[in-house]
């Protein structure tokens, strides 16, 4: 993750509380498998209920992308908060991993009323979520 990343998203995270907000990564993996995470575009969330779940808008998914392509970068995974939670996946994240593939990294942002943060990534093995290490840090 580039320098100063992680407190740009630290705020996002806060000023999207009490609901889940949620956005595409920006960056690079290469032929090693490391994950390199640049920008962070966030994307509107259609969810009914945005205090426990999120939607990714379509469109914005299509904004980034084309954002992306004028940087040389991919989108490369999604972050998204969990209010009063743990950075976990949720099993709602289980039931929709696969439609992202392998490559894809999930960082997840605990956030709760104090504006405490805690950040983890994660990357769906196909069967199960796997801790990412030094994404974070």
Same mark, same amino acid.
Do not use: K
């Given at each position: 993750?580039?320098? *100063? +990343?992680?407190?740009?998203l ?9 609901h889940e ?8 993996i ?12 966030p ?6 209920d ?17 954002h992306?392509?004028?940087? *040389? +970068? ?6 998204h ?12 994240d ?7 593939g392998?490559?894809f990294a ?19 093995? *196909? ?5 990412l290490?030094?994404?974070c840090?």
């Open positions: 993750m580039r320098d *100063g +990343l992680a407190g740009e630290a705020m996002w995270a806060r000023s999207g509380y009490p907000v949620v956005a595409l990564l920006l960056g690079r290469n032929d090693a498998d490391v994950i390199a995470i640049e920008q962070f575009v994307v509107a969330n259609q969810a009914h945005p205090l426990t779940q999120f939607v990714l808008d379509p469109q914005g998914w299509l904004t980034a992308d084309a992306a392509h004028s940087l *040389g +970068l991919e989108i490369i995974g999604m972050v908060t969990h209010p009063d939670a743990q950075p976990q996946p949720s099993l709602a289980v039931a929709s991993a696969d439609l992202l392998t490559r999930y960082l997840v942002i605990a956030v709760d009323a104090n504006g405490d943060i805690a950040m983890m990534a994660w990357r769906w093995n *196909g069967q199960a979520f796997c801790e290490r030094n994404v840090h």
